[in-house]
Structures are given as structure tokens and as C-alpha cells.
């Protein structure tokens, strides 16, 4: 098990372009959870999975965010229209245990919009 | 409401030197409550977590925190810094949802 994977590491696009992150969990673990990152804040709750159902979303994650968990195994987030203030770094987590647990995190994807 | 308060943004200590690094959380009931590091360009690694117990608890790296209910702190601690240690560290909450409410970090400088 080599823990949470992401990719891509880095992400450059143009303002308005959409893009894609892949977040592949802990195989055996069932919860997975989007936050962002925007420099000097900690990371900020987005979404979570348990299995396959997205289970709650954050106000942040506005209609332009869009996460999906099919098969209930690696995850995707889509940036539409994206803006410069999407730039950040996107982490993804994955647990086997509700809050107690500790989550995993991957090494997240830095977005830059230019 | 829940938050986390981490009223240090950067420290710098001496190699060899102890460090404490301090967080003061809100939230109405016991907390999970956890401390992460972030080196730069990568995600967080787990360094300790509090449930229930002992309120002194033991991490990974010779790190030690202690929880506090009457002073709402979980204070980070650890005797004999490395440079290696030179690094960004976030306190954390969970409550008994799904989210985790992070400070916004403190950066620890190392000096030789």
C-alpha cells in the first residue's frame, strides 16, 4: 500500500479553462475527503465520500466544483471556468474510521490559475 | 461553533533546543483532537492524536502533546530539536462528523 495518490502534482491552466484532479485512497479505506489549501491558511473542508455517496459539501465547493467517487474507489475533482482564486493546493484524504480516526493525506495537487 | 486557534504563526528555535507550539481549540464537547506536519510542496503527515484518556500523549519523531480541557489547549511539545524538524505544523479538531477544523499553521524555523 503506498497511500494516498495524486495526481497530477502540479496543475498550470489559463483563467476559464476547466481542469481535473484524480485522488486514489488507501485501498481498504472507505472515506474520502477534498480540502484546500490557499497559502498561509490550513486546509479547508470541501466534500466527502463514504463509498460511493457524497456524503456533505462545503459552501466553498461552489457549482463550479464538482467531485465524483464512482465504484466507490478513486475519486475525481473538476475545476470549471476556473478563476484565479481556485489557485491553491488540493488535498485529498482517506479513512477507515468516522473523525476518531486520523485521516491519510495524499501529497495534493497545486493549482495555478493564470 | 468549532474552530482552532494556533496563536503562533512562525518560531524559530535553536538545534538542540525544546520546543512548544501551541493550539487552543472551541468546541462544545471532548474533541478529537491531532497535530499534522507539512513540509514543503507536501501533504500532512499525522504526528499524534488525542481521544480520550491520557491527556499526555505520544507521537511519532519524539514529538508529546498534552491535552488541557480546562485551559481548551493541546499544546505540541518536544525536547531536543533537529533540523529536520524545520517545517509547517497544524492543530486539528474533529468532531463527531465528518469535517476537520485546522488551524492555520505555525512554520518552525531550525537554527544551527
Keep these: 500500500d503506498t497511500g494516498v495518490s495524486q495526481n497530477p ?24 475527503y477534498w480540502y484546500r489549501q490557499t497559502l498561509g491558511q490550513g ?27 464512482p465504484k466507490g474507489s478513486f475519486s475525481t475533482l473538476e475545476i470549471q471556468r476556473t478563476e484565479q482564486g481556485d489557485s491553491a493546493m488540493y488535498l485529498c484524504a482517506s479513512s477507515s474510521r468516522q473523525g476518531s480516526g486520523g485521516y491519510t493525506f495524499g501529497s495534493g495537487t497545486r ?4 | 461553533a468549532q474552530s482552532v486557534t494556533q496563536p503562533d504563526i512562525h518560531i524559530t528555535v535553536s538545534e538542540g533546543a525544546s520546543l512548544e507550539l501551541r493550539c487552543n481549540y472551541s468546541y462544545g464537547a ?31 519523531k519524539g514529538f508529546e502533546a498534552e491535552f488541557k480541557r480546562s485551559q481548551s489547549s493541546f499544546n505540541l511539545r518536544k525536547p531536543s530539536v533537529h533540523w529536520s ?21 505555525t512554520s518552525l524555523t531550525v537554527i544551527p
Design chain 1, 9 to 32: 502534482r502540479h496543475k498550470i491552466t489559463k483563467r476559464g479553462q476547466n481542469v481535473t484532479f484524480r485522488c486514489d485512497p488507501i485501498s481498504e479505506h472507505n472515506r474520502l
Design chain 1, 43 to 69: 486546509p479547508e473542508f470541501l466534500t466527502y465520500f463514504q463509498n460511493e455517496a457524497q456524503l456533505e459539501k462545503s459552501r466553498l465547493l461552489s457549482d463550479r466544483f464538482s467531485a465524483e467517487r
Design chain 1, 111 to 114: 493549482l495555478t490559475v493564470v
Design chain 2, 30 to 60: 471532548t474533541p478529537y483532537l491531532f497535530w499534522y506536519v507539512q513540509s514543503p510542496g507536501q501533504g500532512l503527515q499525522l504526528l499524534l492524536k488525542y481521544f480520550s484518556g491520557d491527556t499526555l500523549v505520544q507521537g511519532i
Design chain 2, 85 to 105: 524538524d524545520a517545517a509547517e505544523y497544524f492543530c486539528a479538531l474533529a468532531n463527531t462528523g465528518n469535517q476537520f477544523y485546522f488551524g492555520t499553521g
